[in-house]
């Protein structure tokens, strides 16, 4: 079956700082990916996306590349900010009855 | 243009009562996904509805159940309320799931406490 494997937190970082949020997926077929972004108190957002190898999804200064040879779509940001706090969640759907297949999210905190 | 929403958006039921919520797609989605966020446990698939059937379920009792309505919207119900039903339900909506590929899009979900 399908499943997504995401490194889990907290991950406590200073304002500026790199950001890397693993996230690994097995799947048949080639399914989409997604990261969502969950701030406190709130639904979920879409972050970015990406639908097929090599493409490069980006928003608000965050990026994931589609991997397929490495089954990943890891996320990261090159200077974090406060704001940025939130619960991350990295999901894929390949279409039919499942719709998207979530992992189960990082808790990212910024400090200033 | 109006984004998924949830009715209540908090609420707090005793053990043995029974709930529902509600949400509304998008205008043009026709399905709709129910989702479980309980502390600690991430993101669990409950049920999904498409042109007002029921086409799949996930790994929860029958007590569990919903319905779509030819408006697409959606409802769903909790029967005997047990503590773990403590969570965040999410609802999503899209175009046709079965072969879409693209994103949900999610509401801001109903936060049940039960006592």
């Known amino acids: 079956g399908n499943s997504v494997t995401q490194m889990e937190g907290p991950v406590t970082l200073s304002e500026e700082a790199f950001l890397t949020i693993n996230c690994t997926y097995t799947?048949?077929?080639?399914?989409?990916l997604f990261w969502y972004v969950q701030y406190p108190g709130e639904g979920l957002q879409l972050l970015l996306k990406?639908?097929?190898?090599?493409d490069k999804g980006s928003n608000k200064g965050f990026e994931a590349t589609y991997r397929k040879e490495t089954t990943s779509f890891h996320l990261e940001k090159g200077s974090v900010q406060v704001s940025d706090s939130a619960v991350y969640f990295c999901?894929?759907?390949?279409?039919?009855?499942?719709?998207?297949?979530f992992g189960k999210g990082t808790h990212l905190i910024i400090q200033p | 243009e109006a984004g998924v929403t949830q009715s209540p958006t908090h609420l707090i039921k005793t053990r043995g009562q029974q709930v529902t919520l509600r949400c509304s797609p998008i205008?043009?989605?026709?399905?709709v996904y129910w989702y479980q966020q309980a502390l600690g446990l991430g993101l669990q698939f409950l049920l999904w509805?498409?042109?007002?059937?029921?086409?799949n379920r996930g790994n929860f009792p029958p007590r569990f159940s919903g319905r779509q309505f030819p408006n697409y919207s959606s409802e769903l119900n909790v029967n005997a309320l047990e503590l773990e039903d403590s969570a965040l339900y999410l609802c999503?909506?899209?175009?046709?799931?079965?072969?879409?590929?693209?994103?949900?899009?999610f509401g801001e979900g109903s936060r049940l406490t039960v006592l």
């Open positions: 990406a639908t097929k190898a090599d």
């Open positions: 999901a894929s759907r390949r279409g039919g009855a499942d719709g998207l297949t």
């Open positions: 205008s043009g989605h026709t399905s």
């Open positions: 799947a048949t077929g080639y399914p989409s």
């Open positions: 509805y498409d042109e007002g059937e029921e086409r």
């Open positions: 999503a909506s899209s175009y046709f799931g079965g072969a879409d590929t693209g994103e949900l899009f």
